[in-house]
């Protein structure tokens, strides 16, 4: 079965601290991508990758950046956390592209407290 | 914005019942497919319908397509407790721009399954 690790289940942090939440798939998948999830908005795409040291913009990158320097890690990171940084979230990965009967497979969530 | 909309947002049954759950979106889809979530959990994807197909099956789950009508629906037949979850619908736009092979994720139905 394929296995999507988030470092980190639960994370409380200082306003302006750097953070970085990271996520490991162990299936050679292509794709990666990191969503955050709050209530009443569902899940909103942060960033995604295609392959090692591609990146590309989601609906909401602004405030985070992130790494691929391996095909199977995938790091979100926060500059300077905010305290509207406060969310959920998911890390996920797929072998083939979603447009392509690609199935996402998700991590189990890293819920971040800004404080 | 998010493209999947699902309706109701809470559903509330008891056992043995089933539930159904709606999903419309705005765009062209490649297709679109359907994920669980277990309270505080990641998601896990439960089927996947192709734009040029009309119903899908799953075990207890079926899953229509109405492309003319940009609605999706899900129904889960003789519930049971364990089913007690969020359920989100997902899309992936037609091929083509740099939207291809990203899902956006609706907001999601919360269904109860009383015992």
């Known amino acids: 079965d394929v296995k999507v690790t988030q470092s980190s289940r639960y994370l409380v942090k200082r306003t302006g601290e750097k953070v970085f939440l990271e996520c490991v798939q162990d299936?050679?998948?292509?794709?990666m991508f990191w969503y955050r999830q709050d209530p009443g908005l569902g899940l909103r795409l942060i960033y995604f990758s295609y392959d090692v040291k591609m990146k590309e913009k989601g609906d909401i990158p602004e405030g985070y950046s992130v790494s691929r320097e391996k095909k199977e890690r995938f790091s979100l990171i926060l500059e300077s956390a905010s305290t509207n940084q406060t969310s959920m979230y998911l890390c996920?990965?797929?072998?083939?592209?979603?447009?392509?009967?690609?199935?996402?497979?998700f991590g189990e969530g890293s819920r971040l407290t800004v404080l | 914005s998010q493209q999947g909309e699902e309706d109701p947002q809470a559903l509330s049954i008891q056992e043995g019942e089933n539930a159904t759950m709606n999903c419309s979106y705005k765009t062209s889809i490649n297709n679109l497919q359907w994920y669980r979530q277990n309270s505080g959990r990641g998601l896990v994807h439960l089927i996947l319908?192709?734009?040029?197909?009309r119903e899908k099956h799953s075990g207890r789950l079926r899953v229509t397509l109405d492309t003319s009508k940009k609605s999706s629906s899900l129904l889960i037949t003789a519930s049971r407790a364990a089913d007690t979850a969020s359920y989100f619908c997902a899309t992936v736009p037609r091929a083509g721009g740099t939207s291809y092979g990203k899902l956006t994720f609706g907001q999601g139905t919360i269904l109860t399954v009383h015992p």
């Open positions: 996920a990965s797929t072998l083939r592209p979603a447009g392509v009967s690609g199935e996402l497979f």
């Open positions: 319908i192709r734009s040029n197909e």
């Open positions: 299936m050679d998948h292509e794709n």
